[in-house]
Structures are given as structure tokens and as C-alpha cells.
């Protein structure tokens, strides 16, 4: 089974992006991949990372 998060559940409105890995921590590598590649971030502080993990949903 797969894991999927989409920025759409992480706040942004206007992102389509969707990612899909086989395990939590290759989508975290690939989420933080696309927020550095798409939107520019340079930091990814705790509670981010938090957020993101929470996101994450078994496919
Ligand atoms: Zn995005």
C-alpha cells in the first residue's frame, strides 16, 4: 500500500501537486522536493514537517 499527500491538504489553493510514495518517508523527501522546487522553500520548521505527516494519507 502506497502513501499519498496533495499540497491541496497542506493549505495551498491554487497547487494541484499530489505525491505518491510506497513508504512515509520517501513522500516527506518528495514533498519537501516539490516546496523547494515549486514554492521557493528554504526551511522546513517543525511543526511544517508535523503538518505534513498528519497530511499523509494510506492509499
Ligand atoms: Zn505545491
Not at 513522500?27 to 522536493?33: D, E, P, S
Not at 516546496?35 to 522553500?41: F, L, V
Not at 514537517?49 to 494510506?58: F, H, P, Q, V, Y
Amino acid at each position: 500500500m502506497g502513501k499519498t499527500v496533495s499540497c491541496k491538504d497542506l493549505g495551498s489553493i491554487s497547487c494541484t501537486w499530489q505525491g505518491r510514495a510506497e513508504t512515509e518517508e520517501e513522500l516527506v523527501q518528495l514533498a519537501m522536493a516539490h516546496g523547494r522546487e515549486a514554492h521557493g522553500m528554504t526551511e522546513f520548521p517543525p511543526e511544517l514537517m508535523n503538518e505534513l505527516r498528519t497530511a499523509i494519507k494510506d492509499e
